[in-house]
């Protein structure tokens, strides 16, 4: 067996906070019955984020590319959402390799701080103000999806939205603790500005992982 950093920095052992199946919650497929990968580890810092215990990677177990690959063939549906922590602080080229070969449909959230490694079939991405994004990240995009936390989230969503390819979709999603006055906002935003469209966290509403 070899090193485990080595393995990390290769990317065929990743730290995983968790993996489970639901319904993914927000963006375009949202409703999507999805088996999601959360890697531990991210340096993005945003104030509000809902999942602040998946920072510190050194919390969470390593596993082999092999055993996430058939642990997600448990479940029926053949899509996975990677997402985290900062997923893209890792070299995906492996895990991906490997959910491909096994026949997945691969999604990924991620902020786009890190360079962009791996195959995938959807890429979300959620620029944050607290980490410059990686220039490699803007002609992956499939999706912008800004966090409207403070009105001037409108305008940094405007400035991605001119660095992404155009068939990229734009979203805008309300931050959660904030989403009695940031959703009439962004309600009001997408009216005006047509080519935006609004992204729910439904899984929180329906109480589902
Ligand atoms: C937890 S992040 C993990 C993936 C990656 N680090 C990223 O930020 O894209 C998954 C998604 O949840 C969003 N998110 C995190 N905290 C949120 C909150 N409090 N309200 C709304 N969306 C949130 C992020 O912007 C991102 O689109
Ligand atoms: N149901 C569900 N949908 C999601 N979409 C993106 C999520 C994430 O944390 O990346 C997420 C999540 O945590 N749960
Ligand atoms: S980049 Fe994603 S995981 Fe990291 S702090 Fe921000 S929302 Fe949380
Ligand atoms: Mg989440």
């Not at 959360?38 to 984020?49: A, F, P, S």
Request: charged residues 25%; glycine residues 6%.
């Amino acid at each position: 067996m070899k090193n485990s950093k080595i393995e990390v920095s290769e990317g065929t052992a990743l730290p995983v906070m968790e993996a489970f199946y639901t319904i993914q919650g927000e963006g375009t497929f949202s409703g999507s019955p999805s088996y999601f990968i959360r890697l531990g580890g991210c340096d993005v810092g945003c104030v509000w984020c809902d999942v602040k215990d998946s920072w510190d990677a050194a919390k969470w177990p390593l596993w082999s590319v092999d055993s996430i690959v058939s642990e997600a063939m448990k479940f029926p549906s053949r899509t996975v959402v990677i997402t985290g922590g900062e997923p893209l602080m890792y070299n995906l080229y492996p895990l991906t390799y490997a959910l491909k070969e096994n026949g997945f449909r691969i999604h990924i959230e991620t902020s786009g701080a890190h360079p962009f490694s791996g195959i995938f079939d959807w890429v979300c991405f959620s620029p944050k103000k607290f980490k410059k994004p990686h220039p490699s990240i803007y002609e992956k995009a499939d999706e912008l999806k800004v966090i409207a936390y403070h009105n001037s989230d409108f305008a940094f969503a405007e400035e991605h939205a001119s660095k992404v390819k155009p068939s990229c979709q734009k979203l805008l999603q309300p931050e959660w603790s904030k989403k009695e006055n940031m959703t009439e906002k962004v309600i009001d935003y997408v009216k005006s500005n047509p080519n935006w469209k609004i992204s729910l966290q439904t899984h929180k509403f329906m109480d589902i992982p």
